[in-house]
């Protein structure tokens, strides 16, 4: 057994907390996460964070959520 692929679409500084003194990051919220193979709905999740491709289509992958992470870095 795998783990299903999923997208965030959300990640964002207020969705990431640290734990154990600030030694371990946990992503919490996974309100707006969607199965990789599901249809994909444009503008989910919170725009400063956002990929460009989720404004323009509905056709996008774990990328985005590689762009809000590297936003938030």
């Known amino acids: 057994m795998q ?3 999923l997208i965030h679409r ?10 154990n003194g600030g030694v371990n990051l946990k992503i919490c919220d996974f309100g707006t996460a969607a199965d990789k193979n599901t249809y994909m709905t444009n ?6 964070w956002m990929a460009p491709e989720v404004f323009s289509s509905s056709t996008y992958t774990e990328k985005c959520d590689v762009f809000s992470w ?3 870095l």
Do not use: H, T, V, Y
């Open 3 to 5: 783990p299903k692929p």
């Open 10 to 19: 959300n990640l964002k500084g207020p969705n990431l907390m640290l734990i």
């Open 43 to 48: 503008n989910k999740g919170s725009a400063a």
């Open 70 to 72: 590297g936003i938030i």
